[in-house]
């Protein structure tokens, strides 16, 4: 099973679980790389395969996570101070043209000799578009700007000269240089119809929210279908927040205790700040989705390393291929987290 995490390019978590935390100060400089590159040197040496490096273009540090640090350059840095980890790179359309992603990708491949992949991220943050003066469109037309995007991305990876000529995007006679030396890999978010879609007939991985094995088995369902109609198999990735206890009762009582802190005016706050977004943040009726913004805690890897690691492989029997968390629980990462190489 592959394994990932979140690069350490936002400083600002979320409030919606209430909690003593002072304002965190984005160190400067030499400092700024230091710490960084550390921490994602700290997760390669502890073998994880991957690292999301998510694009916060604006945020309030309440309902959602604060700002993050570019992605692109983010990349680039850390490129510079790993050599195992895969960078995924997550990339707004709208935002970035395909054509000028495609050299810069094109420069990371060869500086990584290989290790980059794109996370294709069609965006809900209603906010971020107005504020960045990016054409929001509707929910279904930022899908259908994103299967141009990765067509023109594919076609300038896998062919010397490319033309495309689209509603949102054109080339001509593009022509990359240097050359990409690896398989290109296209990650992508969402769990709405045109998510499914995209994913079906442009992506080769899904990113879930969390969810109940029940949630994640039927979406999975639902894109292996699509995909076979396709031709296409598409791989599953899902985000996880392990909270692991020595036992079950000790961290079920941690879970009641973060339950009892919940802000519900940050959550409304948080649906409201979500509405670009169909099929995510979905599962009202199960309390756990609230805790954190990618609904990690309803994935339920809570409890003690065996029962965690039991629930871990029914989400690999349903085709989970890829375990996306956060690494905040250091039982977690000590006893469970090194044994799922071998899932």
């Known amino acids: 099973m592959r394994t990932c995490t979140w690069a350490p390019t936002t400083f600002q978590g979320t409030q919606v679980v209430s909690r003593d935390a002072k304002p965190i100060m984005i160190p400067k400089g030499k400092e700024l790389v230091d710490y960084t590159s550390s921490i994602v040197r700290g997760y390669e040496n502890i073998g994880l395969t991957d690292l999301l490096i998510a694009q916060r273009w604006w945020g309030t540090g309440q309902e959602i996570e604060g700002s993050s640090l570019d992605c692109l350059a983010m990349t680039a840095l850390f490129a510079a101070h790993t050599e195992k980890l895969k960078l995924i790179t997550a990339i707004h359309p709208g935002f970035f043209s395909p054509t000028t992603i495609a050299k810069w990708a094109a420069t990371i491949d060869n500086l990584t000799q290989g290790r980059w992949a794109i996370n294709v991220t069609s965006g809900w943050n209603m906010d971020e578009f107005d504020m960045y003066g990016v054409d929001k469109l509707d929910h279904d037309a930022r899908y259908q700007r994103s299967a141009e995007f990765v ?15 689209g509603q949102y995007f054109q080339a001509n006679e ?12 296209v990650f992508q978010g969402g769990q709405s119809d045109a998510a499914i879609k995209l994913g079906a007939q442009h992506s080769d991985w899904m990113f879930l929210n969390g ?14 279908k699509a995909g076979k109609q396709n031709g296409r198999k598409v791989r599953f990735a899902m985000y ?3 909270l692991c206890r020595p036992t079950d009762e000790e961290a079920w009582e941690a879970i009641d205790g973060m339950l009892g802190r919940v802000d519900q005016s940050l959550v409304d706050k948080r649906k409201q700040r979500t509405s670009g977004a169909q099929g995510m943040w979905g599962d009202e009726s199960d309390p756990l989705s609230v805790l954190d913004t990618n609904e990690g805690y309803a994935s339920r890897l809570i409890g003690s390393p065996a029962t965690i690691l ?11 291929e890829m375990l996306h968390m956060s690494l905040q629980d250091e039982l977690f990462n000590t006893s469970v987290l090194p044994q799922l190489i071998d899932l």
Not at 174 to 185: G, S, V, W, Y
Not at 310 to 320: D, N
């Open 211 to 224: 969810g109940s094995l029940e949630r994640i088995g039927g979406v999975i369902e639902k894109v292996k």
């Open 240 to 242: 996880a927040a392990p």
């Open 151 to 165: 067509e023109v991305l594919r076609g300038a990876w896998d062919n010397n000269v490319f033309d495309y000529h």
């Open 310 to 320: 039991k629930r871990i492989t029914e989400y690999r029997q349903l085709g989970v």
């Open 174 to 185: 593009l022509q990359l240089e240097p050359r990409p030396t690896a398989t290109l890999e």
